[in-house]
């Protein structure tokens, strides 16, 4: 079945530092792939998506590539904020899902000033 | 434009009882998805609901069931409460099924205790 496998947390890193977390997927045929984050005290949002290979999914800095070679989907920032600390899901939606989202277990990322 | 929300917030069981968790999807969105997630898990799909219909559901037993109403809203169920229960409990509203490329709008939650 379809799966999802990303990095553990927590990742600390120092405020302006290149984040790359990882994530990992299995599915059949071509899903499509997100990253949620979710903030202290709020509900889990979509950061960014891509739907097809090698397709770049970008948003607040963030990217993600959709590599179907090595089934990967890892998300980068070069330069990250104090306010980009939060927990990172990525997900995916296979083309016969049910509609379910597949999500990997979150990373915590604490960035320190 | 009026996010989702979701009711109560917080809440203890204890096991055998029964529970119903209630949403209120984002002006403009007609599904509404449920999701268990585990503490230091990610979410899990439990069922889905398009015009007052279940119309997708993962791998959750009987004893989880839902509605949705004309409004949208919709109310989650959980009888026969068992410890491996508790969680958060996270509604999700979006376009329909048709229209949505996977964009979901999360609330922020109820937390369920089962003592």
């Known amino acids: 079945g379809n799966s999802v496998t990303q990095m553990e947390g927590p990742v600390t890193l120092s405020e302006e530092a290149f984040l790359t977390i990882n994530c990992t997927y299995t599915?059949?045929?071509?899903?499509?792939l997100f990253w949620y984050v979710q903030y202290p005290g709020e509900g889990l949002q979509l950061l960014l998506k891509?739907?097809?290979a090698d397709d770049k999914g970008s948003n607040k800095g963030f990217e993600a590539t959709y590599r179907k070679e090595t089934t990967s989907f890892h998300l980068e920032k070069g330069s990250v904020q104090v306010s980009d600390s939060a927990v990172y899901f990525c997900a995916l939606r296979g083309k016969d899902s049910n509609y379910q989202l597949i999500w990997g277990a979150g990373t915590k990322l604490i960035i320190k000033p | 434009e009026t996010g989702v929300t979701q009711s109560p917030t917080h809440l203890i069981k204890t096991r055998g009882q029964q529970v119903t968790l209630r949403c209120s999807s984002q002006s403009g969105h007609n599904t509404v998805s449920w999701y268990q997630q585990a503490l230091g898990q990610g979410p899990q799909f439990i069922f889905q609901y398009y015009r007052e219909e279940e119309n997708g559901r993962g791998n959750f037993p009987p004893r989880f069931s839902g509605l949705q109403f004309p409004n949208y809203s919709s109310e989650l169920n959980v009888n026969a409460l068992e410890l491996d229960d508790s969680a958060l409990y996270l509604c999700?509203?979006?376009?329909?099924?048709?229209?949505?490329?996977?964009?979901?709008?999360f609330g922020e939650g109820s937390r369920l205790t089962v003592l």
């Open positions: 891509a739907t097809k």
């Open positions: 599915a059949t045929g071509y899903p499509s």
């Open positions: 999700a509203s979006s376009l329909a099924p048709s229209e949505n490329t996977g964009e979901l709008f």
